[in-house]
T-cell receptor, first 111, second 113 residues
Framework: QKEVEQNSGPLSVPEGAIASLNCTYS??????FFWYRQYSGKSPELIMF????GDKEDGRFTAQLNKASQYVSLLIRDSQPSDSATYLC???????????FGTGTRLTIIP | KAGVTQTPRYLIKTRGQQVTLSCSPI?????VSWYQQTPGQGLQFLFE???????NKGNFPGRFSGRQFSNSRSEMNVSTLELGDSALYLC????????????FGPGTRLTVT
């Protein structure tokens, strides 16, 4: 089992709809969770981080963490064509100074 | 505040050569991590430096090495280059390390021929 798993996609969502990206992780000791957006040919850009169970909202983005079920998700409301990118989930285990990335989900927003 | 910078941005080397890549973190950040990104393997962790000490290392051969200077700038070196080393090399800086938010530089695109 991979440490961090994401559906590779591609995930196609109509403009204006909600895009839902999911990530599961295997280690129950995981403490920090991050979402990065990566445009083709560019480096990853941090868009959200969450440390506690529940929801965290920032503009059109909401991160949701459920430690009991070992998943973290990212919701993008009012999706725009500029949201088309690969979204990387990253997880850190407390006491282990290593950030583990999923392979990413490719999101396409259809105008 | 200036972001993470990496030099050079692009590099073409021949098999057997060595290469040194440089990373300057965000001002005040003491942790620098290095990653290799390839289409087949995704983002793979190389190592992390904090206050000039290597704190963690990924599963890469000894040909990959790094160091950090007192001003937090970091370099990574790859010796005896192989074709499979062709990749995007990314560095990321953070205040406290891998458990905190990391910010990536633009990367160095290395091509080995």
């Amino acid at each position: 089992q991979k440490e961090v798993e994401q559906n590779s996609g591609p995930l196609s969502v109509p403009e204006g709809a909600i895009a839902s990206l999911n990530c599961t992780y295997s280690d129950r000791g995981s403490q920090s969770f991050f979402w990065y957006r990566q445009y083709s040919g560019k480096s990853p850009e941090l868009i959200m981080f969450i440390y506690s169970n529940g929801d965290k909202e920032d503009g059109r983005f909401t991160a949701q963490l459920n430690k009991a079920s070992q998943y973290v998700s990212l919701l993008i409301r009012d999706s725009q064509p500029s949201d088309s990118a690969t979204y990387l989930c990253a997880v850190n285990i407390l006491g282990n100074e290593k950030l583990t990335f999923g392979t990413g989900t490719r999101l396409t927003i259809i105008p | 505040k200036a972001g993470v910078t990496q030099t050079p941005r692009y590099l073409i080397k021949t098999r057997g050569q060595q290469v040194t890549l440089s990373c300057s973190p965000i001002s005040g950040h003491r942790s620098v991590s290095w990653y290799q990104q390839t289409p087949g393997q995704g983002l793979q962790f190389l190592f992390e430096y904090f206050s000039e000490t290597q704190r963690n290392k990924g599963n890469f051969p000894g040909r990959f090495s790094g160091r950090q200077f007192s001003n937090s700038r970091s370099e990574m070196n790859v010796s005896t280059l192989e074709l499979g080393d062709s990749a995007l090399y990314l560095c990321a800086s953070s205040l406290a390390g891998q458990g905190s938010e990391q910010y990536f530089g633009p990367g160095t695109r290395l091509t080995v021929t």
